[in-house]
């Protein structure tokens, strides 16, 4: 499922997004300050920004978040509402803005606009393979693979962006989070899962390959060989 992280202050503001966004399918991701929200950010699809963080700045944290990750969408919150400052927050990075008081199915309308204009699909299908987000199921020929959360979100994220080769480490903050110890031999032992259950061959992948150096990436018809890195 898309990761929408909640940058905010306020416990109030957090949780109120958290619960309309959590019936809406999102899993959601929370950070009271630009630092916290730094490390967050690798694993998110979406980011909801406050302007007046404690510390580091929303506007600020926006800046960062597009220079190192360009494609990420920004939805900036902010009491701020007069032109210049939504002029500074949209050349900051910020992809869309809303203003306080706001209503929380507005912000969840704006968050699935952001994530659409991005590309991130509810359904993937791919040959006989085929996964569905929003229900979180993975078929092959009809039939259900039987996957474990971490599992479907491991394949998820590789099917999403075909030909995109993905090193241990960006698997393990995407999929398992920044928190999570850097074992990269998880990622391996979970690939290993899913090719059994895909019927895959790791020699002649129809679906996960081995890159080696990197690491794995989702196959693609008429792909090169000079891998991709996110």
Same mark, same amino acid.
């Given at each position: 499922?898309?990761?929408? =992280? ?12 958290? +619960? ?8 959601? =991701?929370?950070?009271? @300050?630009?630092?916290? $929200? ?5 694993? $998110? ?5 406050? *302007? ?6 929303? =506007? ?8 190192? /990750? ?6 900036? #919150?902010? $009491? ?64 259900? %693979? ?6 479907? @979100?491991? #394949?998820?994220? =590789? ?12 698997? %393990?903050?995407?999929? *398992?989070? +920044? ?11 979970? +690939? ?9 061959? $790791? ?14 990436? /989702?196959?693609? @018809?008429?792909? @090169? ?6």
């Amino acid at each position: 499922m898309p990761s929408v =992280l909640i940058v905010d202050d306020d416990p109030a503001i957090l949780e109120i997004l958290r +619960v309309y966004l959590r019936q809406e399918g999102f899993r959601v =991701l929370e950070a009271r @300050d630009g630092t916290r $929200a730094l490390s967050l950010l690798p694993q $998110a699809d979406v980011a909801v920004l406050d *302007w007046m963080l404690p510390g580091l700045t929303g =506007l600020e944290l926006a800046r960062r978040a597009h220079a190192t /990750f360009p494609e990420l969408p920004l939805l900036m #919150l902010t $009491a701020r509402d007069g032109e210049e400052d939504k002029l500074r927050g949209l050349e900051g990075g910020a992809d869309d803005y809303v203003t306080k008081p706001f209503s929380p199915r507005e912000v969840v309308a704006r968050v699935k606009v952001l994530l659409r204009r991005v590309g991130v699909r509810e359904v993937i299908e791919h040959g006989e393979l085929r996964l569905d987000v929003r229900a979180r199921a993975a078929t092959l020929r009809g039939e259900p %693979l039987g996957l474990s959360k971490l599992e479907f @979100d491991l #394949l998820f994220t =590789l099917a999403q962006y075909p030909g995109l080769a993905w090193t241990r480490e960006r698997l %393990l903050e995407r999929v *398992w989070g +920044v928190d999570y110890p850097r074992m990269e031999r998880v990622v391996d032992v979970h +690939v290993t899962g899913l090719r059994r259950k895909l019927g895959d061959d $790791a020699e002649r992948p129809r679906y996960i390959e081995t890159v080696r150096g990197v690491g794995y990436r /989702f196959r693609e @018809d008429g792909q @090169d060989e000079s891998p991709r890195t996110p």
